[in-house]
């Protein structure tokens, strides 16, 4: 099988490459704004490199997908968090030409990573199955993009019916080598890697519950649905969700309960002040979403995540405390010193242009 992953350099696609490349005899092509230098599973695949943003990509998509078996879309964008339409040109307008580009070679299979982002804000602690609307949460620029990449596959499906198409919609996916990701693109420049560890409180809202899944196992659920040519939305999530609680064990800290509403001031204020990178959409995000009932994946593809979400929960943390990494531009090596010079150079990550 011949399959083209976009977004392949990245937290989940790593953990795809390794699955299909372990797994099966595969043709796969990488599709990534930078590629990776080599190692393993890198260095078993072929590279394109493509800038999803770029109106030139709509040719380049096309070369790459042509004579594909499938194309698993994985390709999205957590920064610059105050550069708005760069990431809905990526969110929004590199799904869009993704689609354009496996429509105009007739791919038969297409993957898109959706989200739990997608889903309308729900109030209560009731797990939804795929049928809860995706218009997403007003306020989080992430969600939005979601919501309208749904709407797009939505075109798609009526305008192209021979093509299957799969919406993978997990909830925060995390594993270790995704830790200086994490450390570059949501804690400040200033920030050593060793301060992960030593916060004292933790101020958050007790009634925080999200749900959590490990990267392998979602690239496990890819590995199915290409098997399967699994048509429609499936929700992906280990147990147990993940509450404020945990999050401060894991960190060794003491919750303190802070309302969402206050909190939500303070993260506003700060990131206006160019003080950290986080806008407050993540926040609103984290407290609005609902949490996921995995039936359909579990019993329709007997999908069983390896690894429950407090392990996940413990591995990221580990993972952002001592720095880990991998052989690819996003997951590379995070330091102090590194994240300073860059942002000398190149401004802030939060505002940071693309070359």
Known sequence: MRIVVTGASGNVGSAVLRRLVATRNHEITGVARRLPEGGEPFDQVDWVSVDLTRPAAAEQLRAAFRGADAVVHLAWGFQPSHDLDYLAELGVGGTRRVVEAVAAEHVPHLLHMSSVGAYSPKADDEPVDESWPTEGVPSSPYSRHKATAERLLDDFERSSPATVVTRMRPGIVGQGS?????????????????????????????????????ADDVAQFVDLALDARAHGAFNLAAEPDVTAADIAAVLGARLVHVPAAALRVLVAAT?????????????????????????????????????????????????????????????????????????????????????
């Open 178 to 214: 995704a830790g200086s990701a994490l450390l570059r693109y949501g804690v400040p420049a200033i920030v050593p890697a060793r301060a992960i560890g030593l916060l004292p409180v933790l101020p958050l809202d007790r009634g925080l519950r999200v749900p959590m899944v490990h």
């Open 271 to 355: 990131w206006h002040a160019r003080v950290q990178q986080v806008d407050p959409g993540w926040l609103d995000l984290g407290f609005a979403v609902p949490l996921l009932n995995t039936t359909r994946a579990r019993s329709e593809l007997g999908w069983k995540p390896e690894t429950d979400a407090l392990s996940v929960l413990d591995e990221t943390v580990t993972g952002m405390r001592t720095a880990a990494a991998d052989s690819t531009p996003v997951l590379r090596p995070r330091t102090v010193a590194g994240q300073l010079v860059r942002m000398v150079r190149s401004g802030p990550v939060s505002e940071r242009s693309r070359p």
